[in-house]
């Protein structure tokens, strides 16, 4: 059986999701939640089929937090549901690993579309003309590994080296080493630059 995960702190919303997803999903076991912290203690509970997330929660503000679910949950499925609907938000959340994007503005009959094609391992997402830049700073941030986005998201939070090496339980020599990776995926010379290139994850939302 099926187990999704609905992450919106607006209820009529999520009562529209869990109305799409019965049909889409007859069966599933639905469970809501209004907060990021409610989001990542689900999936830290168990395997979620899909994880239902809107950009803007009283505890993430943007691509955080889709970023941070991605580096901690690699594998779990999360589709962006969104009242920001212009071909850039769609295109950035598909850089960052979103599974799909389903518009707020979207009928029943749409959300069940795409429901059915994301629960099929498929990506759905409305057609939006081009696509983000290869060398795009979405891009870059994209293809950090799980554990130098982690460290990335740490630097934005203004944390220590120390204290994010506490987080991940791992030495300040390791995370000293890993920042030098980001710094050169992201085409930045130091904290200050990265801190800065990570404003792509929360901004022009």
């Given at each position: 059986?099926?187990r999704i995960v609905i992450a919106d702190d607006h209820p009529l919303f999520r009562?529209?999701?869990?109305?799409?997803?019965?049909?889409?999903?007859?069966?599933?076991?639905?469970?809501?939640?209004?907060?990021?912290?409610?989001?990542?203690?689900?999936?830290?509970?168990?395997?979620?089929?899909?994880?239902?997330?809107?950009?803007?929660?009283?505890?993430?503000?943007?691509?955080?937090?889709?970023?941070?679910?991605?580096?901690?949950?690699?594998?779990?499925?999360?589709?962006?549901?969104?009242?920001?609907?212009?071909?850039?938000?769609?295109?950035?959340?598909?850089?960052?690993?979103?599974?799909?994007?389903?518009?707020?503005?979207?009928?029943?009959?749409?959300?069940?579309?795409?429901?059915?094609?994301?629960?099929?391992?498929?990506?759905?997402?409305?057609?939006?003309?081009?696509?983000?830049?290869?060398?795009?700073?979405?891009?870059?941030?994209?293809?950090?590994?799980?554990?130098?986005?982690?460290?990335?998201?740490?630097?934005?939070?203004?944390?220590?080296?120390?204290?994010?090496?506490?987080?991940?339980?791992?030495?300040?020599?390791t995370i000293k080493a890993h920042l030098t990776g980001v710094f050169r995926k992201?085409?930045?010379?130091?904290?200050?630059?990265?801190?800065?290139?990570?404003?792509?994850?929360?901004?022009?939302?």
């Open positions: 059986m099926d009562a529209a999701l869990a109305t799409a997803l019965a049909r889409a999903a007859p069966g599933a076991a639905i469970e809501e939640t209004d907060s990021l912290a409610g989001a990542r203690a689900a999936l830290a509970a168990g395997a979620v089929d899909l994880l239902l997330l809107d950009l803007k929660l009283s505890d993430s503000e943007g691509f955080a937090g889709l970023a941070s679910i991605r580096a901690d949950f690699p594998t779990a499925p999360v589709a962006i549901v969104s009242a920001s609907e212009d071909a850039g938000t769609i295109r950035r959340a598909l850089a960052f690993g979103a599974a799909g994007f389903i518009p707020k503005s979207a009928t029943l009959s749409a959300m069940i579309e795409a429901l059915e094609a994301i629960l099929a391992g498929d990506i759905w997402a409305p057609t939006v003309s081009g696509e983000a830049p290869a060398g795009s700073m979405e891009a870059r941030i994209a293809n950090l590994t799980p554990s130098q986005l982690k460290i990335l998201i740490g630097l934005q939070q203004g944390r220590l080296n120390k204290q994010i090496a506490f987080d991940l339980g791992v030495t300040e020599a992201l085409g930045v010379q130091n904290r200050t630059q990265a801190v800065i290139a990570a404003q792509a994850l929360t901004t022009d939302l």
